[in-house]
């Protein structure tokens, strides 16, 4: 099961559980979201047999949170879907562009809009750019993903950093448009500040764009030395972060190389058979128990 078990089973549960974002940040959820949440997982975490989580500081976390043994929470990392890579058809580049109304260099970021996604700071980092560089023509901001919960911090945000012309918010993307839209842009920007994992970087790299990150959690993880790392909570630092891209040609593409090289060493085929691995432990662990 994902995050939550029924209360009975006739058998073992195996539960996957990505993150405890709601335990830790109850702000960033809806009252209703967060009091399920704690109710069902902390249940589901303690009765089930095994835990798998997509990373090392998850699994320290419910081992920390919930006081569950070590030896039943097993770290398998996630992968990207095979069909991000690199796109250099310029007819697909262009028609991903018209698609989204998106004109010259742009810096992408993707993920649902939600609180701890950390967009309102991105936007203000960006606007800040844009009132010390005047004599520079910068790259619009492009945030994709669908109005998730407690959405409206970041759209304010925009409206109060007068930024609104030059940031774009084309909504939930199609899977097969995404691998152009990462390929396109002039950098990939993820100032999440609490994650499981997090794909998109993951994504962006399989996809050749140059990554900046957010410093924290689960991240150092997926992106190691790959993208630029900054502290999620400082605007400054990610603006700083910002700039260096902009402005080096050369340090986007040592990022870019370095994400595909980084992001080859994760593989939907290691995740399936460590998983059929865990299942395959548990099953045998019950016919001892029935023998």
């Known amino acids: 099961v994902q995050y939550t078990a029924p209360p009975f089973a006739p058998c073992p549960v195996i539960a996957t559980i990505h993150d405890l974002s709601f335990e830790h940040l109850p702000e960033t959820f809806t ?3 967060r009091i399920q949440l704690r109710l069902t997982v902390r249940r589901t975490a303690r009765r089930a047999a095994h835990i798998i989580v997509p990373s090392e500081f998850t699994r320290r976390d419910i081992i920390d949170t919930y006081g569950v043994t070590p030896e ?18 310029r007819e697909e580049l262009a028609r991903v562009r ?13 993920g649902s809009i939600q609180p701890r996604k950390n967009l309102a700071r991105l936007i203000r980092a960006y606007a800040s750019l844009r ?35 030059h940031a774009r918010f084309p909504g939930y993307v199609p899977m097969e448009d995404l ?6 842009a002039m950098c990939f920007v993820y100032p999440s500040y609490y994650e499981g994992f997090g794909l998109p970087p993951l994504e962006a790299m399989r996809c050749g764009a140059p990554v900046i990150t957010g410093d924290r959690t689960s991240l150092p993880e997926v992106v190691g030395d ?13 603006a700083a972060a910002l700039s260096r891209l902009i402005d080096s040609a050369e340090l986007r593409a040592e990022l870019s190389a370095k994400g595909l090289k980084r992001a080859a060493q994760f593989d939907w085929r290691d995740n399936a058979r460590l998983t059929l691995k865990v299942y395959n432990q548990i099953k045998g662990e019950r016919v001892r128990d029935d023998a």
């Open 31 to 33: 009252r209703r979201s």
């Open 72 to 89: 039943r929470v097993s770290v398998i990392p996630l992968a990207a879907a095979p069909h991000f890579a690199p796109v250099s058809d």
């Open 98 to 110: 018209q698609r989204y109304r998106i004109e010259g260099d742009y810096i992408l970021a993707v």
């Open 131 to 165: 009132r010390e560089r005047t004599a520079v023509k910068l790259p619009q901001l492009v945030i994709v993903g669908k109005r998730a919960w407690l959405y409206g911090e970041t759209l304010r945000a925009v409206e109060e950093a007068g930024v609104g012309e």
């Open 179 to 184: 691998p152009a839209l990462y390929a396109g």
């Open 226 to 238: 790959a993208g630029l790392m900054f502290d999620p909570l400082d605007e400054k630092a990610l």
